[in-house]
């Protein structure tokens, strides 16, 4: 009989050994496991047939059509499991940890593979994610006004053995209106929360985590509400870039996308702006002007970002005066003297 595994013993072989979700294509898509492979019992329209079976003609009828439909692919679905299979073994789970998961595990076990089953399914994992944001995070946030390089020094931190936590690459946005601009397409809400979950269960608990200062939504994704809170109330670096530099790295890092998509994300925040600063801005995009352009977005986002700042306590942010020019890197080495000058990493530990 395959063995079946709690939530955190199927974590921690997950570490090892291969996942494989038997779930639809649709119901992976929502939500899964970060490094699972699907491998679906079932098509979405399968499930769907057997689904109304089963409401309309019992269980019994129901086993029989997803027989029905699993036969003919028995033979692919084993090979596909033996292709990722690591020392013949793997771990499978379903949405409940019910009949699919058991009938797939029967299934690769015939052909030598050893199966070990979650208890509970995809939903057990799902409760594990949103309970483990209720805990305290020891973020240390690095802040500043919109185009103040804020990501660069984030990895910079993280090239000098520090933890980070890369929201907005989780998210595939960089949080503004033209945040989608370049990125892959976003995931679900549910997607982006496991994503999350998966690189601070691999972070050492004990230690600082660096994260970027963010709003409650990067794009369409929403940040869990354990996460927004820990970042408002832990130490901020405000990296203060002058204006001139910050349109500058604006410049460099949006002007080669298509004017069109440009003005696209200008409309987004056209209420924001109104509309005589809105077709000012369109208009240096079309006369690519890009400098005005971006000296009229962020009178908004400076605007935007100040009022959340002010939200904060005062006492818990720190100041960093930036020179023009200077590298990601250095910026990075003086947020460390500066934690080390305020003995800010202590106070947190």
């Given at each position: 009989m395959d063995k079946v595994?709690?939530?955190?013993?199927?974590?921690?072989?997950?570490?090892?050994?291969?996942?494989?979700?038997?779930?639809?294509?649709?119901?992976?898509?929502?939500?899964?496991?970060?490094?699972?492979h699907n491998i679906p019992l079932f098509s979405n329209e399968e499930r769907k047939k057997v689904g109304i079976t089963y409401k309309h003609s019992g269980q019994?009828?129901?086993?029989?059509?997803?027989?029905?439909?699993?036969?003919?692919?028995?033979?692919?679905?084993?090979?596909?499991?033996?292709?990722?299979?690591?020392?013949?073994?793997?771990?499978?789970?379903?949405?409940?940890?019910?009949?699919?998961?058991?009938?797939?595990?029967w299934l690769f076990g015939t052909v030598g593979?050893?199966?070990?089953?979650?208890?509970?399914?995809y939903k057990s994992f799902r409760r594990h994610v949103l309970s483990f944001f209720d805990d305290e995070f020891l973020f240390f946030v690095v802040g500043?006004?919109?185009?103040?390089?804020?990501?660069?020094?984030?990895?910079?931190?993280?090239?000098?053995?520090?933890?980070?936590?890369?929201?907005?690459?989780?998210?595939?946005?960089?949080?503004?209106?033209?945040?989608?601009?370049?990125?892959?397409?976003?995931?679900t809400n549910e997607q982006f929360e496991n994503d999350i979950f998966w690189e601070l269960k691999m972070l050492d608990r004990n230690r600082i985590v660096?994260?970027?200062?963010?709003?409650?939504n990067i794009g369409k994704n929403n940040l869990p509400p354990g996460?927004?809170?820990?970042?408002?109330?832990?130490?901020?670096?405000?990296?203060?870039?002058s204006l001139q530099n910050r349109i500058a790295r604006l410049v460099r890092d949006y002007a080669?996308?298509?004017?069109?998509?440009?003005?696209?994300a200008v409309l987004k925040i056209r209420p924001r702006l109104g509309d005589q600063v809105a077709r000012s801005a369109i208009k240096g995009i079309e006369d690519a002007n890009y400098q005005r352009t971006a000296e009229l977005v962020l009178q908004y986002y400076d605007k935007t970002y100040r009022y959340g700042l002010e939200k904060?306590?005062?006492?818990?942010?720190?100041?960093?005066?930036?020179?023009?020019?200077?590298?990601?890197?250095?910026?990075?080495?003086?947020?460390?003297?500066?934690?080390?000058?305020?003995?800010?990493?202590e106070q947190t530990l």
């Open positions: 595994l709690d939530i955190l013993t199927f974590l921690r072989k997950a570490e090892s050994i291969p996942v494989v979700d038997v779930r639809t294509p649709a119901e992976f898509e929502q939500g899964h496991i970060p490094t699972a019994k009828d129901a086993i029989i059509k997803g027989l029905e439909f699993a036969g003919p692919k028995m033979k692919e679905l084993a090979l596909q499991a033996t292709e990722i299979a690591n020392g013949k073994q793997l771990l499978v789970h379903c949405w409940r940890g019910g009949m699919r998961s058991a009938s797939m595990a593979l050893k199966s070990l089953i979650l208890e509970g399914g500043g006004l919109t185009g103040s390089g804020k990501t660069d020094v984030l990895h910079a931190l993280q090239k000098k053995g520090e933890q980070v936590l890369d929201l907005e690459n989780l998210a595939h946005h960089k949080g503004s209106a033209f945040g989608s601009l370049g990125q892959k397409v976003q995931s660096w994260i970027e200062d963010e709003s409650r996460i927004f809170r820990s970042i408002r109330s832990a130490p901020l670096i405000f990296l203060d870039v080669n996308f298509p004017k069109d998509d440009l003005k696209a904060r306590d005062r006492t818990r942010v720190f100041p960093m005066p930036v020179e023009d020019g200077s590298p990601a890197a250095e910026m990075a080495e003086h947020i460390l003297e500066l934690m080390k000058q305020n003995q800010l990493r």
